[in-house]
């Protein structure tokens, strides 16, 4: 028998004139729509005149559905799986049966649209070419302080999501690891008629919510370490070593000298050249001049 195919499809994150007329004929031809709440997305489904069938797929069976929904792909079902809102996998349930569903060798296709992370990023005003999606930052305690001291150090732009009932302790954690100016954009109602944007910085921010009750879901855009401070921590951690023992090192595991002085000047901020003139006088200059 032919195996069927599961399809990622992007659902809207606010506004409904989003969802995609290929995500449509999708979820119409489906012979099974597998939804995050089948609730909420029956609403969505009646909105558009759908009527396939739906059954649950979500955080808490995703392990035991995921093994059913692969017995129906074998049997040459087409399965749709949509989340309450944006693209399945992304901090959502999904990556079980895709994993699952690509090693059976079934067919596995995405259909992309609305998502939270990129559309909170293009409007943040922040460094876009580089980032870093966090998700939800861990519950546990330890946890938690292991992934804000990660990131205090990432220099690429940091995405979170946040629940607003948690909002107020995760802007002072953040304050307190990152540094109250790191600036950040909080983003809510995203494509909704009352979608908001603050731009500003960490401690206005918490201050700012210290006397106004956050509402929604949002999503945070927070400047990654500035690279001046990268530089700056990174020469500190050499200074108590001379040059000498720094090159030492790197070429105790094994690289060449030349090998060695590119990574000492990239730790120390410094350039080759003002490495090979302070090692001058140690018998290690090069009679056809510097490397």
């Known amino acids: 028998m032919e195996k069927g195919r599961l ?6 994150i606010g506004n ?13 031809e489906a012979d099974l729509i597998a939804a995050e709440d089948t609730r909420n997305s029956a609403r969505l489904l ?18 035991d559905k995921a093994k059913l929904l692969l017995q129906e792909l074998l049997k040459g079902k087409s399965i749709a799986l949509i989340t309450d809102a944006g693209m399945p996998c992304i901090s959502d349930p999904g990556e079980e049966l895709v994993r699952e569903a690509a090693m059976a060798g079934i067919s596995v296709t995405s259909l992309p649209g609305p998502s939270a992370v990129l559309t909170a990023l293009s409007l943040s005003g922040l460094p876009s070419g580089r980032f870093s999606f966090e998700g939800f930052l861990p519950r546990d305690k330890k946890e938690r302080q292991e992934r804000l001291r990660e990131i205090a150090e ?5 995405i979170l999501y946040e629940a607003p009932h948690r909002l107020r302790k995760t802007l002072s954690e953040l304050c307190t690891v990152l540094g109250e100016k790191r600036r950040i954009s909080l983003c809510r109602e995203l494509t909704k008629l009352h979608e908001e944007i603050l731009r500003t910085d960490l401690s ?41 023992e720094h090159l030492s090192l790197y070429m105790k595991e094994g690289l060449s000298e030349k090998e060695a002085m590119k990574k000492a000047s990239r730790d120390r901020g410094i350039g080759k050249r003002e490495i090979y003139r302070a090692l001058k006088g140690d018998g290690r200059e090069s009679e056809k001049g510097s490397p």
């Open 7 to 12: 399809c990622l499809c992007a659902t809207p």
């Open 16 to 28: 409904l004139e989003d969802i995609s007329l290929r995500v449509l004929r999708c979820l119409r």
């Open 46 to 63: 009646a909105h558009f005149g759908i009527r396939t069938p739906m059954t649950s797929y979500h955080e808490f069976n995703k392990y």
């Open 154 to 158: 990432e220099p690429r732009t940091l």
């Open 204 to 244: 206005e921010a918490l201050l700012r919510y210290e006397s106004e009750d956050p509402r929604g879901e949002y999503v945070l855009v927070i400047e990654g370490k500035p690279r001046r401070e990268l530089l700056r921590e990174a020469a500190s951690r050499w200074e108590s070593l001379s040059l000498e």
